[in-house]
């Protein structure tokens, strides 16, 4: 059996944290410690600190990039990091019993295919508007690509590869879940396969406030 994944994925500044962050207090697994940012409203962004670096070895946040070799190293790679994960390296996981995987970063979605190989996979694309992608970058004192520039180049790559292998997933535009986030979190939640306690759907949705963006 293969381990269920749920990759969160979009560019930077499109909401992801927010996403990601509530599905870890619905009950979804994502290990930690997590990457820590210089943003006061976002401390937290969500990404495990040892996926982010899985991913980093494969991508270039300069050029948006593959940087690997060849899609059978990052394949047999994946295929490594699932063990790691099913053999409990990371901490206490048991794939029959236990909710969903949760994961998150930006350029996870260069490497879809070998995820869809290793895992169970199940992506939500978070949406936002590029001109709130690159306010909010602009905010954070960020680079271009992690701005309007780089979310068309995300978007793209990201799209082009849930066609070309008809992985499963689901849109979830930020301003709605914003708006809507009890509605909006409950469909997520449901996609997911996870049925959270009524304290962990409690904790999500006091995650989720206009003020984590």
């Known amino acids: 059996m293969k381990p269920r994944l749920v990759l969160v994925s979009g560019p930077w500044s499109c909401g992801s944290t927010a996403v990601t962050g509530a599905l870890v207090h619905a009950g979804l697994i994502g290990f930690g410690p997590y990457f820590q940012t210089r943003d006061p409203l976002t401390p937290n962004s969500f990404e495990w600190l040892v996926f982010r670096d899985w991913c980093m070895k494969f991508t270039s946040q300069q050029s948006l990039a593959l940087t690997a ?9 994946a295929a490594r990091f699932r063990d790691e994960i099913v053999q409990q390296r990371y901490g206490s996981y048991d794939p029959l019993l236990d909710p969903p995987l949760v994961m998150k970063y930006a350029l996870s979605c260069l490497l879809l295919p070998a995820f869809a190989d290793a895992f169970e996979l199940r992506v939500v694309v978070v949406t936002r508007p590029l001109a709130a992608i690159e306010a909010t970058s602009l905010r954070r004192q960020w680079g271009p ?16 590869l849930l066609v070309e292998y008809g992985i499963p997933a689901e849109l979830l535009h930020f301003p709605a879940f914003q708006r809507e986030p009890a509605l909006k979190l409950d469909e997520l939640l449901r996609g997911c396969g996870h049925v959270p306690t009524h304290a962990q759907r409690a904790a999500a949705l006091a995650f989720v406030r206009p003020s984590k963006v």
């Open 69 to 77: 070799t060849s899609s059978a190293v990052v394949r047999d790679a």
């Open 145 to 160: 690509q992690f701005g309007a520039a780089g979310a068309q180049v995300i978007y793209a790559q990201l799209f082009g």
